[in-house]
Structures are given as C-alpha cells and as structure tokens.
C-alpha cells in the first residue's frame, strides 16, 4: 500500500486561528479522503478530496469551515478555519487503494 | 440514515483465547466490509476486508460475513497481549474504496 504522511503531527493552536495540514502520498492515487476523530470517538468524514475541482463535503461540514485543496493526486491540504476548542481532534487523511483505504498517521489538534 | 454499530467494550480475553468482535449494519445494500485496528495514539490500519458471505482467514484473524442478518465479525484466535487495541469496523456501500461508514469501535483487553 502507498506511504502516507502528513505534517504536522500535532499542534496547539489559539481560537480564532486557522491551521492547514498537508498529506502527502509517495504514489499517485484517485481518492483521498480527509476524517476527523473526536476525543474517544469513531471516525467521520469530511469530505473526499477531488483532484482538479472542488471538494465533496459530508453533511454538516463546509466548505468554509474546512477548506480543501487537491492540486494533484499525490497531495492534499485540509485547513481547520476560525477554530474553537470543539474543533480539537485528530484529522486523518486516507487514500483509496483498489476496494480498500489506508489511513495516514494524523494530526492531533488542540484548540485553547 | 447509515449505522453500524459496535459493542464498545471493553471486551477483556486471557491471553490464548479465542476474542470475537461484533458487528451490524443497517444499510441492506452494503457491499464491502473492513475491520480495522487503531493502537492508542496512532491511526486506523486495516486488517481484514470481506465481500461476499462466509469467511475469509488471514493468520489469526477470521472475518465472517452475513448479508442475510447484517452482520459481520471479526475472530482473532490465539489472542497476544498485542491485540489489545480498539477494533473498528466499517461498511461501504459499493466496492470503489470510498463512502466508508464507521462504527463506534470496540476496545480489546488481552490479558496475560
């Protein structure tokens, strides 16, 4: 399966701040997709990353709260817009791979 | 509305023992079933998926599909202090690697 990274690994950031995560894919895939995990809880998604145009997002999130770029198919950035402390949790992004997805390390968000 | 639904757990099993983790979904038009694991602190890593009724074995670990009763499990068999971890299970609607829905994971204790 493809190598997934994604930067950062963590960060603490103010509210009202904005931050942008990358992930970056050692291979070119269709698919990719951005996740959020709240504190004990299962996996969401967010929206799928489409390369060339814009994004799909799930019901109950926007594209103003959570811009995303997809300018080829080995990268992709997710930015978490205006941000309060609801919005600290990990963000995963994951490639689709045949029938199958793979998840990359994430980023642990902590909005004060 | 899509739901999959996962006994939370903690599902405790001695070390050796057979640990068997369960699964339902809601959506009859599910096609593609995966089972993975997340260790505390790190992200998803699939370890199985299934297709089509029955079972499917890979090492220690059994998947077991029922379309019929919307149900699908996991077995791992000679559990290891190592296979603690929380267990997600998640559905797709097709067979295209996307439109993931996940359930809430269930928590595996394998004690020495």
């Known amino acids: 399966s493809a190598v997934i990274s994604q930067k950062p690994s963590r960060d603490i950031c103010q509210r009202g701040t904005s931050l942008t995560i990358q992930c970056q894919v050692d291979?070119?895939?269709?698919?990719m997709f951005w996740y959020r995990q709240q504190p004990g809880q299962s996996l969401t998604l967010i929206a799928t990353?489409?390369?060339?145009?814009?994004?799909?997002?799930e019901s109950g999130f926007v594209i103003d709260k959570f811009p995303i770029s997809r300018p080829n198919l080995t990268f992709s950035t997710l930015t978490v817009s205006n941000m309060s402390p609801e919005d600290s949790s990990i963000y995963l992004c994951?490639?689709?791979?045949?029938?199958?997805?793979?998840f990359g390390p994430g980023t642990r968000l902590t909005v004060l | 509305q899509k739901e999959v639904e996962q006994n939370s757990g903690p599902l405790s099993v001695p070390e050796g023992a057979i640990a068997s983790l369960n699964c339902t979904y809601s959506?009859?038009?599910?096609?593609?079933f995966f089972w993975y694991r997340q260790y505390s602190g790190k992200s998803p890593e699939l370890i199985m998926s299934?297709?089509?009724?029955g079972d499917k074995e890979d090492g220690r670990f059994t998947a077991q599909l029922n379309k019929a009763s919307q149900y699908v499990s996991l077995l791992i068999r000679d559990s290891q202090p190592s296979d603690s971890a929380t267990y997600l299970c998640?559905?797709?609607?097709?067979?295209?690697?996307?439109?993931?829905?996940f359930g809430g994971g269930t928590r595996l204790m394998v004690k020495p």
């Open positions: 994951s490639v689709g791979s045949g029938n199958e997805q793979f």
């Open positions: 291979s070119q895939v269709t698919m």
């Open positions: 990353a489409n390369q060339g145009s814009e994004a799909t997002y």
């Open positions: 959506d009859r038009g599910s096609q593609s």
């Open positions: 299934i297709y089509s009724n």
């Open positions: 998640a559905v797709s609607l097709n067979n295209a690697g996307n439109m993931l829905t």
